[in-house]
């Protein structure tokens, strides 16, 4: 945890308010806090087989998922659909082709079930360059729209908790125009990558602005895809959301959000426990001093 | 003219004839020889009782693998409509080519599957109808991709005769996208780009046990379009 976070301040705030915290409930409260940041954050990475699942979430978690490869697929064997990773809470979801039977589409969809509930985001990966999504339709539409249009919405009460994560953009038509020293799109790419977002939020109905537009391996746009995943979040998951993120993909805007929400949520604990006796005046100082 | 082929834009190449595409590509030569046999698909005209007889190149595969500009390569101008973000053939369009009299060669582009549930279906029946009357069924696939499960499926269903497995081509397209990438403008892959190509090409070939030859190929750069078409042209003085 990051040192301008630290409970003792918190406290030392508090007490400058002109409230006493006993022993007790400050143990309470710690407790409390420690509960939070000992939660780990899930976030479900679905997408079809050299889409780019590996190499994104390498790219912006800095886990090492599995060797990345360019020929093989890293998932073989089609049982084992789901990878965990490590305490982060991550999870790649490998969907399959057509032409499997219903026996297995409903083994998918208990699987859906049980996992989507439990994100706190889903990222669809794309290939930017790619237009055959059938695939994608029929797993999103048929599985997990229903199950995220349930549960996931009204659990996290926001209403993206889903983007869509159009990878490899850098391999747009025309491809050679990428230019590789400011690492972005040349002029026609970038005419083009924007109406494939267009077409994208379209094809899945949903808002253009969850339609991210990323090349991993060029380490184009994920600055801008961490700050839509804390922004997308509750205000206290925002800065465990960001600290399980690369340094260098956290923008300023970012971390100042993922600061106050993590405040914001620290004053809530201290509400309950300290039953409603911090003065508003408390409140509002917290409220000036860390910006929510 | 049979009823399926009515729905197709079809575009003579009109001061573009056949001698000028055979000398783009020698291989297309063989087929002025073959006139003479009888293995060409006879139509029967709808008003007068002329005969014409066709050999169809017929080019399938998933939207966006690049068909259409696979064939706008081989043909040396840019017929059919292609663009990099949409699908944008929705009717099969056909390039004829008068190879002699009553002699046709037709580059027939077809609307790409996987792009939608709805569609794909309504695609692959306009397919299975049209494949009896190919001559050589050129299937399009991209090289730079692991996701064949799409591919796989459609062929497993197309091609399960053997008359028509014989008449297949795998084309293996956008090699210049293999990785590791390489941005100047060669037209030839790299020394390691080769090598994920060559393991492409074999992983291909035991994936779907062709009984031609699959061809790695770039529509963009040219890269290898020649060997596309002698097994192109290979299997049409076959059949």
Same mark, same amino acid.
């Given at each position: 945890?990051?040192?301008?976070?630290?409970?003792?301040?918190?406290?030392?705030?508090?007490?400058?308010?002109?409230?006493?915290?006993?022993? *007790?409930?400050?143990?309470?409260?710690?407790?409390?806090?420690?509960?939070?940041?000992?939660?780990?954050?899930?976030?479900?990475?679905?997408?079809?087989?050299?889409?780019?699942?590996?190499?994104? @979430?390498?790219?912006?978690?800095?886990?090492?998922? @599995?060797?990345?490869?360019?020929?093989?697929? @890293?998932?073989?064997?089609?049982?084992?659909?789901?990878?965990?990773?490590?305490?982060?809470?991550?999870?790649?979801?490998?969907?399959?082709?057509?032409?499997?039977?219903?026996?297995?589409? *409903?083994?998918?969809?208990?699987?859906? =079930?049980?996992?989507?509930?439990?994100?706190?985001?889903?990222?669809?990966?794309?290939?930017?360059?790619?237009?055959?999504?059938?695939?994608?339709?029929?797993?999103?539409?048929?599985?997990?729209?229903?199950?995220? /249009?349930?549960?996931?919405?009204?659990?996290?009460?926001?209403?993206?908790?889903?983007?869509?994560?159009?990878?490899?953009?850098?391999?747009?038509?025309? !491809?050679?125009?990428?230019?590789?020293?400011?690492?972005?799109?040349?002029?026609?790419?970038?005419?083009?990558?924007?109406?494939?977002?267009?077409?994208?939020?379209?094809?899945?109905?949903?808002?253009?602005? %969850?339609?991210?537009?990323?090349?991993?391996?060029?380490?184009?746009?994920?600055?801008?895809?961490?700050?839509?995943?804390?922004?997308?979040?509750?205000?206290?998951?925002?800065?465990?959301?960001?600290?399980?993120?690369?340094?260098?993909?956290?923008?300023?805007?970012?971390?100042?959000?993922?600061?106050?929400?993590?405040?914001?949520?620290?004053?809530?604990?201290?509400?309950?426990?300290?039953?409603?006796?911090?003065?508003?005046?408390?409140?509002?100082?917290?409220?000036?001093? !860390?910006?929510? | 003219?049979? /009823?399926? #082929?009515?729905?197709?834009?079809?575009?003579?190449?009109?001061?573009?004839? !056949? =001698?000028?595409?055979?000398? #783009?590509?020698?291989?297309?030569?063989?087929?002025?020889?073959?006139?003479?046999?009888?293995?060409?698909?006879?139509?029967?005209?709808?008003?007068?009782?002329? &005969?014409?007889? *066709?050999?169809?190149?017929?080019?399938?595969?998933?939207?966006?693998?690049?068909?259409?500009? %696979?064939?706008?390569? &081989?043909?040396?101008?840019?017929?059919?409509?292609?663009?990099?973000?949409?699908?944008?053939?929705?009717?099969?369009?056909?390039?004829? !080519?008068?190879?002699?009299?009553?002699?046709?060669?037709?580059?027939?582009?077809?609307?790409?599957?996987?792009?939608?549930?709805?569609?794909?279906?309504?695609?692959?029946?306009?397919?299975?109808?049209?494949?009896?009357?190919?001559?050589?069924?050129?299937?399009?696939?991209?090289?730079?991709?692991?996701?064949?499960?799409?591919? *796989?499926?459609?062929?497993?269903?197309?091609?399960?005769?053997?008359?028509?497995?014989?008449?297949?081509?795998?084309?293996?397209?956008? @090699?210049?996208?293999?990785?590791?990438?390489?941005?100047?403008?060669?037209?030839?892959?790299?020394?390691?780009?080769?090598?994920?190509?060559?393991? /492409?090409?074999?992983?291909?070939?035991?994936?779907?046990?062709?009984?031609?030859?699959?061809?790695?190929?770039?529509?963009?750069?040219?890269?290898?379009?020649?060997?596309?078409?002698?097994?192109?042209?290979?299997?049409?003085?076959?059949?």
């Amino acid at each position: 945890m990051a040192e301008n976070l630290s409970t003792s301040e918190f406290f030392k705030a508090l007490e400058g308010r002109g409230i006493v915290v006993t022993p *007790e409930d400050r143990e309470r409260i710690e407790r409390r806090f420690n509960e939070r940041l000992n939660y780990v954050p899930k976030i479900g990475v679905f997408g079809k087989t050299g889409v780019g699942k590996s190499s994104l @979430c390498n790219a912006v978690f800095g886990q090492d998922v @599995c060797g990345v490869s360019d020929i093989d697929a @890293c998932t073989r064997n089609p049982q084992e659909v789901l990878i965990s990773i490590g305490g982060n809470g991550l999870k790649l979801v490998d969907i399959p082709g057509v032409g499997e039977s219903l026996e297995r589409e *409903e083994e998918y969809e208990a699987l859906y =079930r049980q996992l989507l509930p439990e994100m706190d985001i889903v990222l669809w990966v794309l290939k930017a360059d790619d237009r055959a999504y059938s695939t994608d339709e029929r797993h999103y539409k048929e599985l997990v729209q229903p199950i995220i /249009k349930k549960s996931l919405n009204k659990q996290l009460k926001t209403d993206s908790p889903f983007f869509v994560v159009l990878n490899q953009v850098d391999k747009v038509d025309p !491809f050679r125009e990428w230019d590789l020293a400011n690492a972005g799109p040349g002029p026609q790419q970038a005419k083009n990558i924007e109406q494939k977002r267009a077409s994208v939020a379209n094809f899945f109905d949903i808002p253009l602005a %969850t339609v991210i537009p990323v090349s991993a391996d060029q380490g184009y746009g994920l600055v801008s895809l961490v700050d839509s995943l804390v922004f997308a979040v509750p205000a206290e998951r925002k800065h465990i959301l960001l600290e399980a993120t690369r340094k260098e993909r956290q923008s300023e805007t970012a971390r100042k959000a993922a600061k106050s929400g993590w405040w914001e949520g620290a004053l809530e604990v201290a509400k309950k426990v300290l039953k409603a006796v911090i003065v508003p005046a408390a409140v509002t100082w917290f409220k000036r001093r !860390f910006g929510f | 003219m049979h /009823k399926s #082929r009515q729905s197709t834009v079809r575009y003579s190449m009109r001061g573009f004839p !056949f =001698r000028d595409l055979a000398q #783009r590509h020698s291989a297309f030569n063989r087929l002025t020889a073959a006139a003479k046999s009888e293995d060409w698909h006879a139509w029967e005209g709808v008003e007068s009782s002329t &005969i014409t007889y *066709e050999k169809l190149l017929l080019f399938i595969g998933q939207t966006g693998y690049g068909k259409s500009s %696979t064939v706008n390569a &081989i043909v040396g101008a840019d017929v059919l409509q292609t663009s990099a973000v949409d699908a944008c053939t929705r009717h099969a369009q056909s390039i004829d !080519f008068q190879v002699s009299r009553s002699h046709w060669l037709s580059f027939t582009d077809m609307p790409g599957i996987g792009e939608s549930l709805a569609r794909d279906k309504a695609y692959l029946r306009t397919y299975q109808e049209l494949l009896r009357y190919a001559s050589v069924i050129v299937y399009v696939t991209r090289a730079d991709k692991r996701d064949f499960a799409v591919d *796989e499926a459609a062929t497993r269903s197309l091609f399960a005769t053997a008359d028509v497995a014989r008449k297949v081509v795998y084309a293996l397209g956008q @090699c210049d996208k293999m990785e590791p990438l390489s941005r100047s403008s060669t037209t030839v892959p790299s020394r390691a780009q080769r090598r994920s190509i060559d393991e /492409k090409v074999a992983q291909i070939a035991a994936r779907f046990e062709p009984e031609n030859a699959v061809v790695p190929y770039s529509a963009v750069t040219g890269w290898n379009l020649h060997r596309l078409v002698d097994a192109m042209v290979r299997v049409a003085v076959k059949t």
